[in-house]
């Protein structure tokens, strides 16, 4: 046996095994996050189409016809599913966290990088046998991204319901098996790979967020997989687990005795640890850029770290939540709320400690430093409308109305895209080895954001005035006729603001060829992807194990040389 | 099978335990093993991460069949409406189980499970051995019983027991969407039994490996690994099918 | 860009704050007994949160002008944090929020931890693609049996229930398409649904409640103003989700007992 034992696998030669099947976690983090900007303009284009025809119910749209309610109903359920689960649970984790996780805490890759290539290419599987739902006989599936039993338990229910049901929860439960293979990935990562001195309290907030999110994925998703399963059998073996005795249309459905409570408890004890997993990288990675452009420790890293736990924790409790007017016991949703309200908590902290973190800081103001900033304010506007969804009380006029889709997507929809847009910029010289546009950057950022405010923030007005959700049109209920003229504005900022991602696109592809060089440490900033070469080598610190002395944030240390201390520096100032 | 050969770095990374001061290997990982038992740090390290790895994997896993269970009770106690009374009653059918085979198959898996140990170890006293008998000495022609081949005959036996299981079912009009309390059972047994299924196809990846004469400690860590996952299902059966016996 | 900071993310929360304040778009008139107290729950929940909106916004964008680098050398100030200020406020946020929560507790429990009262106007409701049914018990005060089996749509009201004929009890229920009910009395609505789910929303009662295939969901309301009411599905039921609206017409006494007498005449 050969006493030196190389990298596992040597730097591989040849295209396919270079960028097809590589096991290189940095290649395979940007396969899904390719995969993911893919997945995101597939879904932008299905929202604006819904948009268009939500207001204009009779256009006739170009290369798309007309759009039947059944074909709307098609695009809410595909973009909703599309989104969360192909780009919102795609790009920050398995996207940056696949390509960051291994560096920053030292290791020369994931623990199990056969495991990574075929979590990647599980996903990709999935994403077609989704896209595919939209080709098939009835077309792609009306339900709805949450699949409500029994609408979605029964062909006979509506169109789409036939085959490209049965494609949409089968591309779910291959999603569920990736995710769960990813998530195995980065805890193994985590506990067993870290570099002498890189203590878990010395990790960068975001190898927490990916921590953290993984255990929730590794929770959740095997219960998303079981209500896949049932569904399943439901629909195609005969048996009643959600479907209750019934007609459809004057027609016996052949089911008795199933409960369609049982789907949403089990989809939404999914279904909220998953919104979580969807915003904590995006916290994480604020958090960092916050603390890097600040020049400035991140406010109470301990408190940061405990408040992310505590989400975490608290995110398996709160899933009744969604199921206040279900017919669920009102007892329960009571003891559900009081969770609901305690799980803000550690949301406001985290807030606070952004504020606090740019409180007598030194500013920079860089594209990622924007979106960070942007992070923020979305964070905080999305946030405060969960208080009055959390009581049930309230959610009785609000509920299914558009004030929910306001609140998600500000949080989701939004803040969690720009924690993803911060994380872009941020390390995409460190990627790429080439600087992005600033300027190009900052208009992206200016349109994106008040673009995005002026989408959604009107959306809390319409749920208000009693506008539900997932109708086709407002023509045919009369007290909805008024909020027509705002909902047009929402569609003009929605054409606007999409458009605007354009400006992303181009700079992206572009500074990818053609943006000036970058340097290792363009921001001079502190933690151990900056320490290695711009792009990392295929090892990632060419030979050399990291040794860690410090903390991750060490900015503006007083006595020191320079306003950083990176985390591999000599031990002469006093460690923390 | 490659998923379990992980990645081994230049200098074996420590974890956090070490950053009270312990010096690093200055270069490889050769030679720094002063722990005891047999093989060296490099093994030690692929060996951890495996079993890790694996504990992190049985989680979901685990989580799968306590979603299906809770379904199972609730439904079990969930009155329904029945329309023509307008009111709520009990559906539950309780099915006769085939309790004598699965007791049998319960048995298959118990002695598999003990088959697979006999293995893992014997691989285990394979390794401690290795250097002698790489020097040239002969210990004399060591019967060696194949205990991972008997093992991989057991599952299949188990899982042609679960078969039979369910066609004893079917005999008696219980099929899968007869009744919510057969749902479940095919249900249950059916997701253990591709997850055994799992299980075997790694212990024929080992056996292979024996086989096409791949080294000794990658087929340990495979083997060890593949032992822990069967026992974990071992478990798991014992407990559905005490589920379904007590919860009938 | 401190400055355009500052600037754009004040602007977007006067001009948010400034439509919510203005109740340009706001919660239809309150028309039930449960309205005031809800709507007082939403006022408190609204005003604090608002509050928190606005000084979070504004110190935000304060923070980012003037915190930022002006290139004068001077550094950043160095801290890991303030475990007291933390402590401080958590402990605020947690009252805040949980008191919140408590403070409508009582609410949730007169609307939905207590039956229906004696004397209240039962009518059942029923969903289906995509209508919504209603139905009176009649004189004999008892619902008849509805069978899946004998649903037909297509033959109009009793046909769309599954109404049973050979039951003795069916033969006095009234089954109307639109929900007429008397004002300054409970009503109990009895929330059914044959296909999938949908939910009973009306929006100036402040009543929502998702109709399960399945399940009899027993709630009630109290109507406080005579009018029309419009009841609008709040839950994706499929194609016709969105022209799946009903209408609640609430009555005087006198009206409704004329109504309902002439309706129960027909049924003889």
Request: charged letters at 10%; aromatic letters at 12%.
């Amino acid at each position: 046996m050969v006493a030196q034992e190389s990298h596992e696998h040597a730097a591989p030669q040849g295209f396919i095994r270079k960028y097809v099947f590589s096991l290189d976690h940095k290649v395979i983090g940007l396969q899904y996050y390719f995969l993911a900007l893919t997945a995101v303009f597939v879904g932008m284009v299905l929202s604006l189409l819904m948009r268009i025809h939500l207001v204009w119910p009779s256009a006739t749209l170009p290369l798309f016809g007309d759009i039947k309610p059944e074909t709307y109903l098609s695009l809410v359920t595909m973009h909703g599913t599309i989104m969360v689960f192909f780009v919102l649970t795609t790009a920050p984790q398995g996207g940056f966290g696949n390509y960051f996780l291994p560096i920053q805490i030292g290791a020369p890759d994931m623990a199990f990088p056969v495991l990574n290539m075929l979590s990647f290419w599980t996903t990709f599987v999935a994403f077609l046998v989704m896209v595919a739902a939209f080709f098939v006989v009835g077309g792609a599936p009306l339900h709805g991204w949450t699949g409500y039993a029994p609408l979605s338990a029964l062909p006979s229910a509506g169109p789409g319901e036939g085959l490209g049901a049965d494609l949409w929860i089968t591309s779910i439960a291959l999603f569920c098996v990736a995710s769960l293979m990813g998530a195995l990935n980065f805890l193994t990562t985590t506990l067993d790979l870290r570099a002498r001195g890189m203590s878990m309290m010395r990790m960068p907030l975001t190898c927490w967020s990916w921590f953290i999110t993984a255990i929730l994925g590794l929770l959740a998703f095997g219960v998303l997989l079981s209500a896949g399963i049932l569904l399943l059998m439901d629909r195609n073996l005969g048996t009643s687990f959600y479907v209750p005795l019934g007609t459809v249309n004057g027609q016996l459905t052949g089911h008795r005795g199933g409960s369609p409570l049982l789907w949403q408890h089990l989809f939404w004890f999914f279904g909220h640890p998953e919104v979580y997993i969807a915003i904590l990288p995006g916290m994480g990675v604020a958090s960092q850029v916050l603390s890097t452009f600040s020049r400035k420790p991140i406010f109470g890293y301990k408190a940061m770290v405990y408040a992310m736990l505590a989400i975490g924790l608290l995110g398996f409790m709160v899933w009744g939540h969604h199921m206040f007017m279900s017919g669920m016991s009102p007892y329960s949703a009571f003891a559900f709320s009081i969770m609901t309200m305690a799980i803000g908590v550690p949301s406001a902290i985290k807030t606070f400690n952004w504020l606090g973190t740019l409180h007598r800081g030194r500013i920079q103001f860089d594209s990622p430093m924007l979106f960070a900033i942007g992070f923020v304010s979305l964070f905080v506007s999305g946030g405060l409308s969960g208080p009055f969804l959390a009581q049930p009380t309230l959610d009785i006029p609000l509920h299914d109305t558009a004030f929910v889709p306001a609140h998600f997507h500000l949080i989701m929809g939004v803040a969690a895209i720009f924690g993803i847009f911060a994380a872009t910029y941020y390390w995409f010289p460190k990627m790429f080895g080439r600087m992005m546009n600033e300027r190009l950057g900052r208009i992206h950022f200016l349109f994106t954001l008040i673009g995005t405010y002026c989408i959604f923030m009107p959306m809390h007005y319409l749920g208000l005035a009693g506008q539900p959700r997932r109708y086709s049109q407002l023509t045919e209920v009369a007290y909805l006729h008024h909020l027509i003229p705002l909902n047009r504005f929402i569609t003009y900022a929605a054409i606007i603001t999409v458009t605007a991602q354009l400006v992303f696109l181009f700079n992206l592809f572009w500074s990818m060829f053609k943006g000036p060089k970058a340097s290792d440490n363009p921001w001079r900033a502190t933690t151990l992807e900056w320490t290695t070469a711009t792009p990392p080598p295929h090892d990632n610190f060419a030979g050399r194990t990291p040794v860690v002395n410090h903390g991750p944030y060490e900015y503006s240390v007083p006595g020191a040389p320079r306003d950083y201390i990176m985390q591999t520096d000599p031990a002469t100032v006093a460690a923390h | 099978m490659a998923s379990f050969t992980p990645t081994v770095p230049m200098a074996p990374p420590r974890t956090s335990r070490d950053d009270r001061g312990r010096v690093p290997p200055v270069d490889g990982g050769g030679g720094g093993g002063r722990e005891p038992g047999s093989g060296s740090p490099n093994y030690r390290t692929r060996l951890r991460r495996a079993r890790l790895g694996l504990g992190v994997a049985l989680v979901p896993i685990l989580m799968l069949f306590v979603s299906f269970t809770s379904a199972y009770i609730v439904r079990r106690g969930l009155p329904t409406l029945d329309p023509s009374t307008n009111q709520l009653v009990h559906d539950w059918l309780p099915v006769q189980l085939p309790t004598l085979l699965f007791l049998l198959n319960t048995c298959v898996l118990v002695v598999s499970s003990l088959t697979l140990e006999l293995a893992r170890r014997q691989l285990q006293r394979e390794a401690a051995l290795e250097p002698v008998q790489s020097m040239g000495v002969s210990l004399g022609q060591e019967r060696k019983i194949p205990w991972l081949a008997i093992t991989i005959v057991l599952g299949f036996c188990f899982l042609a027991g679960q078969w039979m299981a369910w066609q004893t079912l079917q005999l008696q009009g219980f099929y899968v969407a007869t009744a919510p309390s057969s749902s479940f059972i095919y249900l249950l047994t059916g997701c253990h039994a591709l997850h055994l299924f799992g299980g075997i196809l790694a212990l024929l990846a080992a056996g292979v490996a024996t086989l096409l004469h791949r080294p000794l400690d990658s087929r340990r860590i495979v083997v060890d690994v593949a032992a822990w996952y069967w026992h974990f299902m071992a478990l798991l059966w014992i407990y559905i099918l005490a589920l379904l016996e007590v919860a009938r | 860009m401190g400055l355009v900071l500052l600037c754009v993310i004040w602007l977007i929360t006067f001009v948010s704050t400034y439509f919510f304040v203005a109740k340009t778009w706001w919660l239809p008139t309150g028309a039930s007994a449960a309205a005031a107290a809800i709507d007082h729950q939403f006022a408190i929940t609204f005003v604090l949160m608002g509050i928190v909106f606005i000084a979070a916004q504004l110190a935000l964008g304060l923070f980012a002008w003037q915190y930022r680098d002006t290139g004068s050398g001077k550094g950043a100030s160095y801290s890991h944090g303030n475990t007291r200020l933390e402590i401080i406020w958590t402990t605020l946020t947690a009252i805040l929020f949980i008191g919140l929560n408590l403070a409508g507790g009582p609410i949730w429990a007169r609307e939905r931890f207590q039956p229906a009262q004696e004397d209240a106007t039962r009518v059942e409701v029923t969903g289906m693609q995509f209508a919504w049914y209603f139905r009176y018990p009649g004189p004999d005060g008892k619902f008849g049996v509805t069978k899946p089996e004998l649903v037909d749509p297509s033959t109009g009201g009793e046909g769309a229930l599954g109404l049973d004929p050979a039951d003795p009890a069916s033969k006095d229920d009234v089954v109307t398409g639109i929900m007429e009910v008397p004002v300054n009395r409970q009503v109990e609505v009895i929330l059914r649904a044959h296909d999938v789910i949908h939910s009973f929303f009306v929006p100036n009662m402040r009543f929502k409640q998702d109709a399960v295939p399945g399940l009899a969901i027993h709630m009630h309301f109290t109507p406080t103003e005579t009018g029309d009411y419009e009841i609008a599905c709040a839950e994706l039921c499929g194609l016709g989700h969105y022209k799946m609206h009903g209408m609640l017409k609430v009555v005087s006494q006198d009206d409704f007992d004329k109504w309902l007498a002439a309706r129960e005449a027909e049924k003889q």
